[in-house]
């Protein structure tokens, strides 16, 4: 395992490709764009590069191993209850607490798997954002904290983008995690 800190995700092109991938059901209806096609405005090929670095992408690691590596890049925080640890392999994210799978981006995508309060819980913290916006895949959310939720990610999102694109993939991601 590679560890890694909260400061090495803390940038734009980490960010770009974590929302790129991490929100399969992240659509909004109304406008008819899902969370990967307005992340797509933003990707480069040097965001490309970043992330392909950042996981240990190389050609045909799909094929040798399913995109799982035996020494992923791993962040692991210690919060007041419990310990996370994130997994980032080519092939996908694996998301632990105390050493127990509880989500995964990747071909077998378990989403959805924990509180949206859980998450926002996580604000309070040192790094409060950042978790916030690693674990909110996993959250699931009922149909009334939708406009709540969707400001409160608008905020955290504002530190990288821009208010508008801010505003348009809360809208994605809060359709996404109230399905």
Same mark, same amino acid.
């Given at each position: 395992?590679? %560890? *890694?800190? *909260?400061?090495?995700?803390?940038?734009?092109?980490?960010? $770009?490709?974590?929302?790129?991938?991490?929100?399969?059901?992240?659509?909004?209806?109304? #406008?008819? +764009?899902? +969370?990967?096609?307005?992340?797509?405005?933003?990707?480069?090929?040097? &965001?490309?590069?970043?992330? &392909?670095?950042?996981?240990?992408?190389?050609?045909?690691?799909?094929? @040798?191993?399913?995109?799982?590596?035996?020494?992923? &890049?791993?962040?692991?925080?210690?919060?007041?209850?419990?310990?996370?640890? *994130?997994?980032?392999?080519?092939?996908?994210?694996?998301?632990? =607490?105390?050493?127990?799978?509880?989500?995964? $981006?990747?071909?077998?995508?378990?989403?959805?798997?924990?509180?949206?309060?859980?998450?926002?819980?996580?604000?309070?913290?040192?790094?409060?954002?950042?978790?916030?916006?690693?674990?909110?895949?996993?959250?699931?959310?009922?149909?009334? @904290? *939708?406009?709540? +939720?969707?400001? %409160?990610?608008?905020?955290?999102?504002?530190?990288? =983008?821009?208010?508008?694109?801010?505003?348009? +993939?809360?809208?994605? $991601?809060?359709?996404?995690? &109230? #399905?």
């Amino acid at each position: 395992m590679e %560890k *890694i800190s *909260i400061k090495d995700v803390d940038c734009l092109n980490f960010w $770009i490709n974590y929302f790129g991938c991490c929100y399969p059901n992240g659509y909004d209806e109304l #406008n008819d +764009v899902s +969370v990967s096609e307005l992340m797509a405005e933003l990707y480069t090929e040097e &965001a490309g590069t970043w992330w &392909a670095q950042f996981t240990k992408y190389y050609e045909g690691v799909l094929d @040798e191993s399913d995109g799982y590596l035996d020494a992923p &890049a791993t962040l692991e925080e210690q919060l007041p209850d419990k310990s996370l640890k *994130i997994e980032f392999h080519p092939g996908g994210i694996l998301y632990y =607490f105390n050493n127990e799978q509880i989500g995964n $981006i990747g071909p077998h995508w378990e989403l959805q798997t924990i509180s949206y309060k859980e998450v926002e819980q996580l604000l309070t913290l040192k790094n409060g954002r950042q978790l916030f916006l690693l674990l909110l895949p996993l959250a699931y959310i009922k149909k009334e @904290e *939708i406009p709540s +939720v969707r400001e %409160k990610v608008t905020e955290q999102m504002k530190n990288y =983008f821009s208010e508008n694109l801010c505003e348009s +993939v809360s809208r994605c $991601i809060t359709a996404g995690l &109230a #399905n």
